[in-house]
């Protein structure tokens, strides 16, 4: 065993373990197993209180050091991370329940691109001079203080890591509350700024649901607020920071449309299709779980992709053979049965999958409906499961105003060989983070996040900056004060 599952203390605070028993129980479940594999505790609003003096105190001192000090701890953290990817990965799987095979290239690894990438950024975060005649303004990129983290639980090393790397690198202070299903890995993180020579409170976790999270959110001292989670999380959270005119970043869910055309390389377009419904057994946010096929190619996509589920390996998510895990919850795996059978109930037709395994754990089959219609349960809620709906359409027109007719606006995808026409439908398509001919490439270097209620903000790239530092302007007098009297 890489990691010791269960930690030194629940939370991790100006720069140590720390744990308060009287905090509810917080189980940690290897859903591959069913077992128990942790015990963690709620912070009680004693914790919280210290999370946040500490992070106000780190700050004031974090944001002295220079921007290129401040870029070199975070280098040195993201190579930290590349050095440990392995038992970070492991880490990882007990805690969601993901393949290896996954979390071995896209967890610890995503999140120290993020580490590098900011860190890299740091020091050419400047403001600029605007001459006015003999006058002139100067602008300073200013950190925005103590901000809040609050994560959910299908990426927790990756959703720390994409909000801490540019939070730390704008000159603030974090405290970053993990989804209570899995909250062991943002503690490593932890651990390892500080080991990289983050200050003592920069970067705390305290543990809980949304009772903590919300008492962080509400919080006077706390500046902005970055939630990753569901559309009705982001609701409650997007209007209690309203209430103290906080900075909000709102990384929310989807129901996104992935458009194949006749014309499509039918190869390329079911393993995009596989990608963005199977992976992670389909808890990503920008799946495309909405997948129009044109009706020329129907049937052999669908014969494609029956063929192609065949060689899921189901089974152990330590294994690195395995590609294909349990869902994270027992929880999560009823909700997304109660989809299923609303599926098969309102008339789609199973093509495959629709079962739970017959194995410990909460596995359910990789579940492929056909004639889904647009007015069907599963067309029109976000799933968070291995549940892919396939309708079929006849016009460009047409499948551009179904993909669009949905409140959700976070991802889209559209396969075909006709380039121009794949820049035509991505220009119509509301969504904020778009693909041709492929599907949920998040490099760190691209803009991350979604329109609509999928959110507000973007993740990654330089444009996060923006939403994480504020602009402080000076006007610059050369000569004497007019004033009238
Ligand atoms: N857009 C993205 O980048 C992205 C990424 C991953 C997941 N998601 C979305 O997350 C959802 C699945 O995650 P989930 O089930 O953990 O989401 P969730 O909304 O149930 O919880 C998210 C987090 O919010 C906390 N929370 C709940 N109520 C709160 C409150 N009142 N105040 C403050 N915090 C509160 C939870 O404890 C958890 O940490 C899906 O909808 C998925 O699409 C979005
Ligand atoms: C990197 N992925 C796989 C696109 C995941 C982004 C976070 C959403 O759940």
Redesign the pocket.
């Known amino acids: 065993m890489p990691y010791e599952l269960q930690p030194d203390g629940s939370h991790y605070v100006n720069g140590a373990y720390v744990e308060d028993t009287a905090g509810a129980e917080i189980p940690v479940i290897f859903s591959a197993t069913g077992e128990r594999i942790a015990t963690l505790h709620a912070a009680t609003p004693a914790i919280v209180e210290q999370a946040l003096v500490a992070a106000e105190k780190a700050q004031a001192e974090w944001a002295k050091l220079s921007p290129r000090e401040r870029g070199r701890v975070l280098t040195r953290a993201a190579q930290i991370m590349r050095e440990r990817n392995h038992d970070l990965s492991v880490l990882e799987t007990y805690d969601t329940g993901k393949p290896l095979q996954e979390t071995l290239v896209a967890d610890a690894s995503s999140a120290a691109d993020a580490l590098e990438y900011f860190g890299g950024l740091a020091a050419s975060l400047t403001g600029e001079h605007i001459p006015l005649g003999e006058d002139w303004v100067y602008t300073i990129r200013e950190p925005l203080g103590v901000c809040v983290g609050?994560?959910?639980?299908?990426?927790p090393t990756q959703?720390a890591c994409?909000k801490a790397a540019p939070a730390l690198a704008c000159g603030n202070a974090m405290v970053f509350?993990?989804?209570?299903?899995t909250p062991l890995c943002a503690l490593k993180v932890a651990e390892i700024l500080t080991e990289a020579g983050a200050p003592a409170g920069l970067f705390n976790v305290v543990q809980?649901?949304?009772?903590?999270?919300?008492a962080?959110?509400t919080d006077p001292r706390v500046a902005k607020?970055s939630?990753?989670?569901?559309?009705?999380?982001?609701r409650?959270?997007y209007a209690?920071a309203a209430e103290g005119m906080k900075h909000v970043t709102?990384?929310?869910?989807?129901k996104s449309p992935m458009l194949v055309f006749d014309d499509a390389d039918i190869d390329n377009a079911v393993g995009g299709a596989i990608l963005g419904n199977f992976y992670s057994s389909g808890?990503?946010?920008?799946n495309g779980t909405r997948v129009f096929v044109q009706k020329g190619i129907k049937e052999a996509f669908l014969a494609r992709l029956t063929e192609r589920l065949k060689g899921a390996v189901i089974g152990d998510p330590l294994d690195e053979a395995t590609s294909f895990g349990p869902m994270v919850s027992e929880r999560?795996m009823t909700i997304v049965q109660g989809f299923i059978e609303k599926g098969a109930a309102e008339g789609a037709r199973l093509v495959t999958g629709g079962k739970r395994i017959d194995r410990d754990g909460w596995y359910l089959e990789p579940t492929v409906f056909a004639d889904v219609t647009d007015d069907m349960t599963i067309a029109r809620e976000?799933i968070?499961g291995p549940v892919m709906s396939v309708l079929d359409f006849d016009t460009e027109e047409e499948a551009i105003a179904r993909a669009n007719a949905t409140e959700y606006g976070?991802a889209a995808g559209v396969f075909t060989r006709d380039l121009a026409r794949g820049h035509r439908v991505i220009g119509q398509l509301r969504a904020g983070s778009c693909f041709i001919n492929s599907y949920n490439d998040a490099p760190v270097e691209a803009p991350?996040?979604?329109v609509k209620m999928?959110?507000v903000g973007r993740?990654n790239s330089k444009a996060a900056i923006e939403h994480w530092s504020q602009m402080k302007s000076v006007y610059v007098r050369m000569g004497d004060v007019e004033a009238p009297f």
């Open positions: 609050i994560g959910a639980w299908n990426y959703i994409w509350k993990p989804s209570e299903a809980g649901m949304g009772e903590v999270g919300s962080l959110v607020v939630l990753t989670g569901s559309v009705p999380t982001g409650r959270v209690a709102m990384e929310l869910g989807g808890q990503v946010c920008s999560q976000e968070f976070l991350f996040g979604g999928s959110g993740e």
